[in-house]
Structures are given as structure tokens and as C-alpha cells.
């Protein structure tokens, strides 16, 4: 499960993790301990069963508490595993009756990208905070509407930037923001896996997934060259190769796409659906330093002009999700609110744009 990022993660296992989770019933643990904040995850697939779900057996101030599914085979596989009430088990048409139970706090949206955008606004209508998975929405215009109806619902919402949690991907963070080798100058940032599953899944679908290689696995080089300046990119130029029309008739396979930012770092990136891509590396004015595995869920390696980074391998998704249920309960922001969503979706729309113009695009 730590060989891909966690869009990868989902293309190779495509159904295989309900019918995963279903084998290793028998492997249960113990109910745990209600602590803390209810979750209910909404989308039981690969990401939901195989990362979040026994992340949540390991958060201190949140659990486990509902689910929400429209595959009704999987109401009691998940029921028995995880001591999960009836009465906290929703389906897409039910789901607005989560307002009335008092057990959920939090509503995590782990769905196709193109119900990101209803089931956030549900869920805040109906009282609940929100964690919206990656990337956000389709594009940036359906993010300012899960915004907006978030703060009308005087509700927070987070993102599931899991990597904001991650120390390797932190100290890159401290580095370039920092400034610790002076000014980043380059940055070269690429993730990618070579796709062989389902030709029918729903992330080749445009009106699904709103794109491809890109929106899966792009958001993350984005977000990492964001996140080493601390800076929003100005402009973008970008060009699509695709290798395997007739697999990827409807979305993106591989993009290869250059940000400049104001302090005048160039970031060279790719996203990819057919090349093996994991990496983050930064040339500053005093020395380089990168993680030459960026982006899985563990396993992350580092090097700086000192040597070596070490730092302990966590389990990001326990962490990102227990730091929101402290938001909520110390009324504080989140480090990954909407608005971060939305920039990354300004820097993909942007992208797009390009692409189809074969110019450079103001961000």
C-alpha cells in the first residue's frame, strides 16, 4: 500500500478492496475505544477501506463512527468490523439524515471527484464539519461554492492534504519558506505511476474525474513546489503527451507543466498516468536539497546538503485527521482549509488552459 500515492493506490486495487476487507474479517481487531469526534467516511473505496478506516483505529481524538455507501454489500462487512451501529449507516439518499445524529461530528467525502462538490455541501447543510478529499473539486469555481456554503453553515472544512502532516515533506516545507540555503531557485517536482488497471474505472472518465494524470497525481508536484516557496505560482505553461490514445481517450496521461513564481523560481513538473514518477527536489542559492520519495503514504527519503534526512515514518492519514478533530475542539484553523484546495485547482484550471491555448496562462 506505500509503493503508490493514494490516487495510484486506488487505480491498481480498483475493487479489490471491498473484497479485501471482506477476506480479512475473520482478522478483525477489537472494537476500538469511542474517543474523541465521530467520523463517518462517505465512499467505501480502496482509500476509504485500505488507509483511512485502520488510520482511524489509530487516532486519539477521533474515531470511527458512521459510513455512507450505495453498495449495500458492504454495509455489514463494515458494520462487523468496526462495531458500527445500524442506526449510523447512511446511503447517498439518506445521507441528509446524518443532521439528526449526534455520534457524527465530522463528515469525511472520499467519493469520485464530481460529487465532492454535493456531498461537501450536504454535509454542511446538515451540520457537520467536512474533510474533502484531493483534489477539491472539478475546478476552482465549484470550490468557492463548498467554501461558501461551509462558512454559511458556520462549518469547518479541511482538505485531505495528508503530506502537510508528513516530517519529510514538512522539513521541505522549512527549508524553502525558511530560506536555510538562501532562495529557492529551481524546483523539480514529478508524480506518476503507470496505469494498468480497469479501462472502464471511473477516474478515465472526464465527466467523473474532471481529467487525468493530473488531477490524481499532478495535484500533489503542485502542492509540493506551493509549499517549498510558500509562494502562488503567476503563470503557467504546459504541454500533454499522450502515448496510449486509445486507453486514455477521455482524460490526461501525461503532463509536463512549468510555474514561475513572483520571487522569480521556475518549477519544472509532470504528472503522469504511464511513467513512474515520486520526487521533489529543490536548487537553491546555497545548495540542493530533495526527497527523492515524495509522495506515498510512508517510506518518504530525504537528503540536504548535510546529509541524509531522518525522521520518523507516521501514519499520515492518523495524523491529518486527529489534527482537524483538534481544530474543531480548540476552535482553531485547520493548515489545510478550503481556500488550499481552491489554489491548487486555480493552478490546475490554469494548466488546462494552456494546454488547450499552446500559450503561457496568468494563474
Not at 471491498?18 to 480502496?46: F, Y
Request: hydrophobic share 35%; aromatic share 10%.
Amino acid at each position: 500500500m506505500n509503493i503508490f500515492s493514494r490516487r495510484g493506490f486506488l487505480q491498481l486495487l480498483g475493487g479489490a478492496g471491498a473484497a479485501s476487507l471482506a477476506a480479512n474479517t475473520s482478522c478483525m481487531a477489537n472494537p476500538q475505544q469511542k474517543r474523541g469526534l465521530g467520523i463517518a467516511l462517505v465512499g467505501l473505496g480502496s482509500y476509504a477501506g485500505g488507509q483511512l478506516a485502520p488510520a482511524l483505529q489509530e487516532t486519539k481524538h477521533c474515531y470511527l463512527a458512521g459510513i455512507v455507501t450505495g453498495t449495500p454489500s458492504k454495509e455489514k462487512t463494515w458494520a462487523n468490523r468496526y462495531d458500527i451501529p445500524a442506526k449510523n449507516i447512511y446511503n447517498y439518499s439518506n445521507f441528509d439524515n446524518i443532521k439528526n445524529n449526534p455520534d457524527i461530528d465530522i463528515v469525511y467525502v472520499v467519493l469520485p471527484i464530481s460529487m465532492h462538490k454535493e456531498f461537501t455541501i450536504r454535509a454542511a447543510q446538515a451540520g457537520k464539519h467536512v474533510i474533502c478529499e484531493k483534489p477539491m473539486a472539478m475546478n476552482a469555481a465549484e470550490c468557492d461554492e463548498m467554501i461558501a456554503a461551509c462558512k454559511q453553515a458556520n462549518k469547518m472544512l479541511s482538505i485531505g492534504y495528508r503530506l502537510h502532516f508528513e516530517p519529510y515533506n514538512q522539513e521541505m516545507m522549512r527549508l524553502g519558506q525558511q530560506k536555510v540555503y538562501g532562495k529557492p531557485l529551481t524546483i523539480d517536482c514529478a508524480n506518476g505511476f503507470t496505469y494498468g488497471g480497469d479501462p472502464n474505472a471511473w477516474r478515465l472518465k472526464k465527466a467523473l474525474a474532471g481529467g487525468g494524470g493530473l488531477m490524481d497525481m499532478g495535484v500533489y508536484a503542485i502542492q509540493g513546489a506551493r509549499y517549498v516557496t510558500g509562494e502562488e505560482p503567476a503563470y503557467v505553461t504546459a504541454r500533454e503527451e499522450k502515448t496510449r490514445p486509445g486507453f486514455f481517450k477521455e482524460v490526461d496521461e501525461t503532463i509536463y507543466f512549468e510555474l514561475e513564481f513572483p520571487s522569480g523560481c521556475i518549477a519544472k513538473g509532470q504528472s503522469s498516468y504511464n511513467k513512474n514518477l515520486n520526487h521533489l527536489s529543490v536548487k537553491a542559492e546555497r545548495g540542493e536539497y530533495e526527497l527523492s520519495q515524495a509522495y506515498r503514504y510512508g517510506g518518504q527519503e530525504g537528503r540536504t546538503p548535510e546529509g541524509r534526512m531522518r525522521f520518523p515514518h507516521i501514519n499520515q492519514q492518523a495524523a491529518q485527521m486527529d489534527d482537524f478533530a483538534l481544530c474543531i475542539s480548540q476552535n482553531k484553523p485547520t493548515r489545510v482549509p478550503g481556500e488550499e484546495g481552491k489554489r491548487d485547482m486555480k493552478v490546475i484550471d490554469a494548466i488546462y488552459r494552456s494546454i488547450a491555448s499552446g500559450k503561457k496562462e496568468q494563474v
